[in-house]
């Protein structure tokens, strides 16, 4: 069993930045892929991010690749997620999610959920 629970959202202006990020419990962290996804009111859970169990690869939605930088530390069992030049299309409510999955985009594939970080970009 993991528990996840995320921290760091809040309210930014446009152009601004956040960092969030998801404290795991469990001892086995290391071994899972990490994600983050987001959810805007009326809309469908959407994948932003992911990191392998191991750290090499990660994997990025188009509309945040260059701005969002997904990165884990094992030592601290917590995955972060740097976000720089925010959008006011960025305001969602943000999830982490583990699991030992290559399904990264498929919310479905993931086994553990945090409660979700709420994120507001202002013009």
């Known amino acids: 069993q993991v528990q996840l629970v995320e921290s760091g959202g809040g309210l930014v202006q446009a152009g601004g930045s956040l960092k969030l990020s998801c404290a795991a419990s469990?001892?086995?962290?290391?071994?899972?892929?990490m994600a983050w996804f987001r959810q805007a009111p009326g809309l469908e859970r959407e994948f932003v991010a992911a990191?392998?169990?191991?750290?090499?690869?990660?994997y990025y939605l188009n509309a945040v690749k260059g701005r969002f930088t997904i990165s884990r530390d094992d030592g601290k069992n917590t995955v972060y997620l740097q976000m720089n030049s925010l959008k006011t299309e960025d305001t969602a409510v943000y999830y982490c999610?583990?699991?030992?999955?290559?399904?990264?985009?498929?919310?479905?594939?993931?086994?553990?959920w945090g409660q979700g970080t709420q994120v507001t970009v202002s013009s």
């Open positions: 999610a583990a699991g030992r999955t290559f399904a990264y985009t498929n919310p479905r594939a993931l086994d553990y």
């Open positions: 469990g001892r086995t962290f290391s071994s899972f892929a």
């Open positions: 990191i392998t169990w191991n750290g090499d690869s990660t």
